[in-house]
Structures are given as structure tokens and as C-alpha cells.
């Protein structure tokens, strides 16, 4: 091919590299047969003059072709199409294979009910404005910050060592500017050796229970509360015990009477804005669990994946944070504070367990994504977390007291609530026999996709007349749209 034929569109806007461009395009142009196998490329200066750009770009382009094997150089000739080209067709294992798509179902045994739990992510209908169980914004996610760190990582001479194998703890500066964190905003006093990050509060549950239970070990846990916990201590072998929870939190009477009947080896607890009914664990009743544990010793989980939203008054202390035994796991994550895909969370406890966690991480695992949590590890040590905190409480507190008066204008005859001091939702008890799955019906028809009061009660059959409103990714004015459909889905449920 002549060079004044040898025309490849170059788009310097493109998120791909230029020299990738060109790469393709001469790929592109094998393939279509304008470039036979033998043929001679155009030398990298006349090409660069050919289309405008640094001879150094060609080159580029020319090694990435080299690299795939669609070119070979000969010394003192120039480069040349590669006669043998790669095989890019894929061949059948046999020539008796029939072809066809993947198979739907294994040929060898799966038992179907093995994982029996947990219901997989179901996307809401997407024109749908959605209710949600309570999670942040992600349009309020510092994500340029974020960004910002993954660019400056990608210019340090060392970026090489956050793309190889790591610790299994996670990255060593994420975790002292953890341990620094968690000490300021929480008066825990830790150090990097009593953290671990897992990706998001889930893994740390998982990696607790598969390490503490055995088969028939007991678990304490609130009913309502978090069945994903239930579901993964469940998997480990445990049995459930669970107790009630009211305005106060987890009823500490029917653990101890519990804790006297049988052996007990952890007690799962929601210490801020219980999941799903919002509530605070008191004072007395943290202090009481804690001799409770040192007494019968049983292992604490405190699972405080929304600490850091407070609106009313300055947050109560984490039982950790007191923890004078060695009883707590105490485990959280910034999934609430970023986004709920951004899956860093941590596990906080004595070193002995940490290590054993680290152990079956890298059994399941290996490790964390390390650029990730520099990055994250940067934004802690700058103070942009502490500052977008700070946006957010203020952001979130405003969308609460919107939200609660809406829902006290709207709808007063028909529910009860409590206005919650901090997180992301509104526990909501449907008054005068209405029924939580026919207001979400009647509520997705109208374009509001809504809680069926499914998933708070470890029984899953058990009727639920309350639902979980979270208004903190709605703005004001979605929040007014979006109370109003649920107005009307109430109100024709009642004339149903």
C-alpha cells in the first residue's frame, strides 16, 4: 500500500491512546485484506509526517503490533505484515463437538438448594424513581477526588508495586491512616495491626463467621434485623437465636436468659440505627453487653456500617471503643460514605484473629485492590473523607427533615414513625390494615418502586406491616414526588 493510501482516522479527544488507534487501525486494515501478509509498513518518520503526529507515537504503535504478532522486522528492511498471522479464529475441541451456546444446566450434580439464602440483586424498573433501604447519594460521591489519587498514583515511579500481589491485610498506609481515623472520629485506640480490609461489611461477616462458628454453635441476633448477617452465620454451621429489639435496642434480658439455656459463641449487634428499624443502642445497655460478654464470653460482632451520619446530637461511643476484654469484632466500611460500590470495609480486632482472617482471605480472595485503597488511604490522610463528611451530615440531615414532614403531612392517618437521629432511612409502620406488598403494587404501576416489607424478619413469611424508607439519595423535590405516589399508592390500597 502506498503511503497517500495509508489513511488511519486519528481522534486525539479519545479516551484511547493514540498509538492504540494506530495499532488498530493497521490491525483493521489486515483484516480487511488492504494489507497483505508480507507487505511493507511505511518507516515510523514517514508515517508520523503522514499523520501530523510524534514520530515517537508510530513507534509505540509499531511495538504493540510487534507484541501481538501482526508485524515482523527484519534488520536493514523495515517492518513487514507478519506472513503467519495470529490465529484469531477459535477451533472446536473435537471435530465431533456440536456447535451451539453454552449449556444451561451442568452435566454433573449440583445440589440447587447448597446456598439457599440470599435473594441476588434485582435491579429496580429503570424509569422508576426508587425508595430505597437507605443509601447515600452517588451523585454526591467525591469521585473526582478519587480520581484524582488514582492519577497521581499513575504518575509515581513506584506505581508498579500497587499492581503486584500485596498484603492480605490490605494496604499498610490504608490501615494506619484507619487505625488514625477510627481514633479521632471513634476513641478507638488502634494501631494497623488490628485492622483488616475486606470489601465492604459482608466479607468481614463472612471471614468472622467461617473462622468463630462450628456446627450447632449458637448466634444472637435482633429479629427484626439483618438477615444477610443470619444468612452467612447460618452458612457457617449456627444456629440462630434471635431476641426482639425496641427503642432502646437489642433486649439484653432474653440474651441473658439465653446465655443461661445454652453455651453462646457470638451476638450479632447494630449499634447505630439498628438495621431496619433505626434505633440507637443506649448507653446502659452497651455497658451491660459488655459484662454480659466478659461474664459468659462470647464474641461481639458490632457491625457499625453507618456511624459517621448523625443529625440530632453527637453520636454514643462504639462498644469498641470500651472494650476492655478482647470481646469485640467491631466492623464497618465506606461503602456509606462514598458509595455502596466502592467495596472497602474493615474488620477491627486483636491481631490473633486478624491473622487468622488474613489466612482465609487469601484463600478466597488474595487481596485487595491495592490502588484503590492508596487512594483511599490518601483521601483520609488530606481530610477530603472528614470534608465530604461534613457536606454530607449537613446534605442528608436537610433530605431527612423534608422527608419526615412530607411523610407527617401526607400521610399522618395512615402510618406511624419515629424520626430517626441519624443514617439514611425512616422505619415506617402502616396503620389500619394496610398492607406493606399492596402499597408497593399499586406504587410501582404509578412509577415508584418501593419496599414490600420483605427482608427485615428472619422469617421471611412472617407478615410485615412496616417498611424501610431511605430518603438520603432522593433530593427535596424527589423526595415530594416521590411522597406523593406513595400518598396515592396508600390511599387506593385502602379502597382495594
Known amino acids: 500500500m502506498h503511503l497517500a493510501e495509508f489513511l488511519i482516522p486519528i481522534d486525539k479527544t479519545a479516551q484511547t491512546p493514540v498509538y492504540l488507534q494506530i495499532a488498530n487501525g493497521i490491525i483493521g486494515q489486515i483484516r480487511q485484506g488492504k494489507l497483505k501478509p508480507g507487505s511493507a509498513l511505511p518507516g515510523s518518520r514517514a508515517l508520523a509526517q503522514k499523520l501530523a503526529i510524534h514520530r515517537q507515537t508510530v513507534?509505540?504503535?509499531?511495538?504493540?503490533?510487534?507484541?501481538?504478532?501482526?508485524?515482523?522486522?527484519?534488520?536493514?528492511?523495515?517492518?513487514?505484515?507478519?506472513?503467519?498471522?495470529?490465529?484469531i479464529k477459535p477451533r472446536q475441541l473435537s471435530e465431533h463437538a456440536e456447535p451451539g451456546g453454552y449449556n444451561a444446566k451442568t452435566y454433573f450434580d449440583v445440589d440447587d438448594n447448597r446456598i439457599p439464602f440470599p435473594q441476588l440483586f434485582k435491579p429496580a424498573h429503570h424509569a422508576n424513581l426508587v425508595?430505597?433501604?437507605?443509601?447515600?447519594?452517588?451523585?454526591?460521591?467525591?469521585?473526582?477526588?478519587?480520581?484524582?489519587?488514582?492519577?497521581?498514583?499513575?504518575?509515581?515511579?513506584?506505581?508498579?508495586?500497587?499492581l503486584m500481589y500485596g498484603p492480605e491485610y490490605g494496604s499498610e498506609n490504608l490501615r494506619?491512616?484507619?487505625a488514625r481515623f477510627l481514633g479521632e472520629t471513634r476513641g478507638l485506640q488502634v494501631n494497623p495491626e488490628h485492622i483488616m480490609i475486606t470489601k465492604g461489611v459482608q466479607m468481614a461477616l463472612y471471614l468472622t463467621a467461617q473462622i468463630l462458628l462450628s456446627k450447632n454453635d449458637t448466634v444472637i441476633a435482633a429479629d427484626p434485623g439483618y438477615p444477610e448477617a443470619n444468612h452467612t452465620f447460618e452458612q457457617a454451621g449456627a444456629q440462630m437465636a434471635l431476641v426482639p429489639v425496641d427503642e432502646?435496642?437489642?433486649?439484653?434480658e432474653a440474651v441473658e436468659a439465653i446465655c443461661k439455656k445454652k453455651k453462646v459463641k457470638l451476638v450479632y449487634v447494630i449499634p447505630h440505627h439498628h438495621r431496619p428499624t433505626t434505633v440507637t443502642l443506649s448507653s446502659e445497655r452497651r455497658m451491660q453487653l459488655l459484662e454480659l460478654a466478659h461474664k459468659y464470653r462470647f464474641a461481639i460482632v458490632e457491625d457499625d456500617y453507618d456511624y459517621d451520619f448523625h443529625y440530632s446530637s453527637g453520636p454514643i461511643l462504639p462498644l469498641?471503643?470500651?472494650?476492655?476484654?478482647?470481646?469485640?469484632?467491631?466492623?464497618?466500611?465506606?461503602?456509606?460514605?462514598?458509595?455502596?460500590?466502592?467495596?472497602?470495609?474493615?474488620?477491627?480486632?486483636?491481631?490473633?484473629?486478624?491473622?487468622?482472617?488474613?489466612?482465609?482471605?487469601?484463600?478466597?480472595?488474595?487481596?485487595?485492590?491495592?490502588?484503590?485503597?492508596?487512594?483511599?488511604?490518601?483521601?483520609?490522610?488530606?481530610?477530603?473523607?472528614?470534608?465530604?463528611?461534613?457536606?454530607?451530615?449537613?446534605?442528608?440531615?436537610?433530605?431527612?427533615?423534608?422527608?419526615?414532614?412530607?411523610?407527617?403531612?401526607?400521610?399522618?392517618?395512615?402510618?406511624?414513625?419515629?424520626?430517626?437521629?441519624?443514617?439514611?432511612?425512616?422505619?415506617?409502620?402502616?396503620?389500619?390494615g394496610i398492607k406493606a406488598r399492596e402499597v408497593a403494587e399499586k406504587a410501582a404501576v404509578m412509577g415508584l418502586s418501593v419496599s414490600n416489607g420483605n427482608g427485615y424478619y428472619h422469617d421471611a413469611a412472617f407478615p410485615s406491616s412496616s417498611v424501610r424508607l431511605g430518603f438520603a439519595s432522593l433530593t427535596p423535590k424527589e423526595l415530594e414526588t416521590a411522597t406523593g405516589i406513595l400518598t396515592s399508592a396508600v390511599k387506593k390500597s385502602l379502597n382495594s
Not at 451523585?139 to 508495586?161: C, K, S, W
Not at 432502646?248 to 439484653?252: H, K, N, P, Q, R
Not at 400521610?411 to 402502616?430: C, Q, R, T
Request: aromatic share 12%.
Open 59 to 87: 513507534v509505540a504503535a509499531y511495538d504493540e503490533l510487534y507484541a501481538q504478532s501482526w508485524v515482523e522486522v527484519y534488520p536493514r528492511r523495515g517492518l513487514f505484515v507478519a506472513k503467519n498471522l495470529p490465529d
Open 131 to 162: 425508595i430505597n433501604d437507605g443509601f447515600p447519594d452517588t451523585r454526591l460521591a467525591p469521585i473526582d477526588l478519587m480520581v484524582r489519587e488514582y492519577r497521581r498514583f499513575g504518575n509515581y515511579h513506584f506505581t508498579q508495586q500497587y
Open 176 to 178: 494506619t491512616e484507619l
Open 248 to 252: 432502646c435496642g437489642i433486649d439484653l
Open 320 to 432: 469498641a471503643s470500651a472494650d476492655y476484654y478482647g470481646s469485640i469484632i467491631y466492623i464497618g466500611s465506606f461503602c456509606k460514605t462514598i458509595a455502596p460500590g466502592i467495596r472497602i470495609g474493615f474488620m477491627v480486632a486483636p491481631p490473633n484473629l486478624i491473622t487468622q482472617a488474613a489466612r482465609l482471605r487469601r484463600l478466597i480472595d488474595r487481596q485487595g485492590e491495592l490502588l484503590l485503597e492508596e487512594a483511599m488511604a490518601n483521601l483520609l490522610k488530606n481530610g477530603d473523607i472528614g470534608r465530604h463528611l461534613k457536606k454530607a451530615n449537613k446534605t442528608y440531615h436537610e433530605r431527612r427533615d423534608v422527608f419526615c414532614n412530607l411523610l407527617k403531612e401526607q400521610l399522618h392517618e395512615h402510618i406511624s414513625f419515629k424520626i430517626p437521629d441519624g443514617g439514611f432511612a425512616v422505619w415506617v409502620n402502616y396503620l389500619n
